[in-house]
């Protein structure tokens, strides 16, 4: 049987190298936590089917940090807030497993679209924050309660005003 490069990478990782002669089996548990253990086949078949979904992840990240290059590289990244260079960034990730992988995705398009609104709403929300501290009422201009207020004397009657009527 030959060796993955996951195979080989994990028993580098965990210093235990081959464990029957010049072979390991793919089914061989490794402890990565005490809690938790990870069997080679589970990361192989994750890494073939995003193999298979992605495309190669040498060629994908090639187009991803192009377009980080980019960003980085423009008048206004530095002026940019976190959350819309990291937006960016993830979008970016998501073009290159587009170009690299299956365009027809739609998860990944679905993903562009998400991370693009999280920034459209923050800007909404910073705008409508704005909009409010502009639009500060007039000082001699009715409190938004004060609309329920009569605007007839319909006050209650004091002792004095009673007594006059006995």
Do not use: C
């Not at 530095?78 to 937006?87: F, G, R, V």
């Not at 290159?96 to 679209?113: K, M, Q, T, V």
């Not at 929300?125 to 009569?150: L, R």
Request: proline content about 5%.
């Amino acid at each position: 049987m030959s060796i993955s490069l996951s195979e080989t990478l994990i028993a580098f990782l965990t210093k235990d190298a081959f464990s029957s002669g010049s072979e390991m089996t793919a089914s061989r548990t490794i402890p990565t936590t005490e809690r938790t253990t990870t069997k080679m086949s589970d990361v192989e078949s994750t890494l073939i089917e995003r193999g298979s979904r992605y495309g190669s992840f040498r060629t994908h990240a090639i187009y991803a940090e192009a377009f980080n290059g980019i960003f980085s590289g423009s008048p206004n990244w530095h002026e940019m807030k976190p959350d819309a260079k990291e937006s960016l960034r993830i979008i970016a990730n998501k073009i290159g497993r587009i170009l690299n992988g299956d365009p027809e995705y739609d998860d990944n398009w679905r993903d562009i679209a998400g991370y693009a609104t999280l920034v459209l709403q923050r800007i909404e929300d910073e705008q409508k924050f704005k909009s409010a501290e502009i639009q500060k009422p007039e000082p001699n201009s009715k409190k938004p309660w004060q609309h329920f207020i009569p605007t007839e004397d319909r006050s209650i009657p004091t002792n004095s005003a009673l007594q006059g009527t006995r």
